[in-house]
């Protein structure tokens, strides 16, 4: 039976891809698309990370979930909440593979913190993991909750990065830590998806879209994409296995911004 690996690109765009595609810098994304099945897809309104991620495992659009940006605005009580995967009320993909017998691994989702048993594995990620200070987060990441040591321990990993990078003048250490995450994200979810012998696992790269929001087309984002098109050669090269490459929504240049 075919297993299934899904690539969640946070805040793709062919707006991006398709020069580096033309120019052969991504020769396994351009392989993917010419031997498989590819096209534009809408996302869900408002088109963010959160709450789209959600649109996609569990079926429904933000009306359905409940949920509809990053933050709940309390108006009677002077209040902001930041959302998180305990607000929403909706199985998901997971639920339905499990009820199937299948095992599932999900690795750095965003809207699943705090993270929730699931037959497999859930690492969380995404700005809804956080505790104390906005994007710091140290334990209580994953379940079981035992992976969290192995994780740290074998491939030093870590839900932020540190330092977090806060402008677009900033491309040494900040840029480098963003990249060697992918990089991890992508050798869990290969080595787990090995060597428990999983029916499917999703990953998704949020700080993919960070770099786009700071540095759109320019160097660190380039250098980015490079990485995700060598992993995913490595992935379509997996036996036995779907691959399936998506993204939560879209991005674009900016061209104004208004004041009010």
Aim: charged content about 25%.
């Amino acid at each position: 039976m075919s297993r299934t690996f899904v690539v969640g690109l946070d805040g793709a765009s062919w707006l991006l891809a398709d020069p580096w595609i033309e120019s052969g810098e991504l020769p396994n994304l351009e392989a993917l698309r010419e031997t498989g099945t590819w096209g534009e897809s809408r996302s869900c309104l408002p088109p963010v990370t959160f709450p789209n991620w959600k649109c996609y495992s569990a079926g429904k659009n933000p009306g359905g979930l409940g949920v509809y940006w990053f933050e709940r605005v309390d108006l009677a009580a002077g209040r902001i909440d930041v959302m998180n995967g305990g607000d929403f009320r909706s199985a998901e993909l997971w639920d339905y593979l499990n009820d199937a017998g299948q095992t599932v691994g999900v690795v750095n989702m965003p809207t699943m913190y705090p993270p929730r048993a699931i037959d497999g594995f859930v690492v969380c990620g995404g700005p809804d993991a956080v505790e104390g200070e906005y994007r710091s987060i140290d334990s209580g990441y994953t379940h079981p909750p035992e992976l969290e040591a192995r994780l740290e321990r074998t491939y030093d990993y870590r839900v932020h990065p540190n330092p977090l990078l806060s402008s677009n003048s900033e491309r040494g250490e900040e840029v480098d830590e963003i990249l060697r995450l992918i990089e991890t994200r992508f050798r869990v979810a290969v080595d787990l998806f090995e060597e428990e012998d999983l029916d499917l696992v999703h990953v998704t790269l949020f700080y993919l879209n960070v770099l786009q929001h700071f540095f759109w087309d320019d160097e660190p984002t380039r250098r980015a994409w490079a990485i995700v098109d060598e992993w995913l050669g490595r992935i379509a090269d997996l036996e036995d296995t779907n691959l399936i490459v998506m993204s939560d929504h879209g991005c674009a240049p900016t061209r104004a911004e208004f004041y009010v």
